[in-house]
Nanobody
């Protein structure tokens, strides 16, 4: 059984920074992709950033240059450093682990950016 636990969300003023963490536990394959998604009220869940076990990354256009995804393979942990936050970044952020044919999700952490 795979479990993902997110931490690091909170309330921040526009222009501020937050760092999200997601620790995966259980039977984790060495080859996988970890990602962050977000869902704002009334909107669909969208990909924010992803990183493969080899370190290749991709970002949503809306966060390029502001957010940085990284991972520690030894700890099965993925991070999302969010800088220059904007009110439109307000959402529940979900950690995702994709390995093989399966996707696993965390419960989400709220990020609120005040103007």
């Amino acid at each position: 059984q795979v479990r993902l636990v997110e931490s690091g969300g909170g309330l921040v003023q526009a222009g501020g920074s937050l760092r999200l963490s997601c620790a995966a536990s259980g039977s984790i394959f060495s080859i996988n992709t970890m990602a962050w998604y977000r869902q704002a009220p009334g909107k669909q869940r969208e990909l924010v950033a992803a990183i493969t076990s080899r370190g290749s990354t991709n970002y949503a256009d809306s966060v390029k240059g502001r957010f940085t995804i990284s991972r520690d393979n030894a700890k099965n942990t993925v991070y999302l450093q969010m800088n220059s936050l904007k009110p439109e970044d307000t959402a529940v952020y979900y950690c995702n682990l994709h390995m093989g044919h399966y996707d696993y999700w965390g419960r989400g952490t709220q990020v609120t950016v005040s103007s």
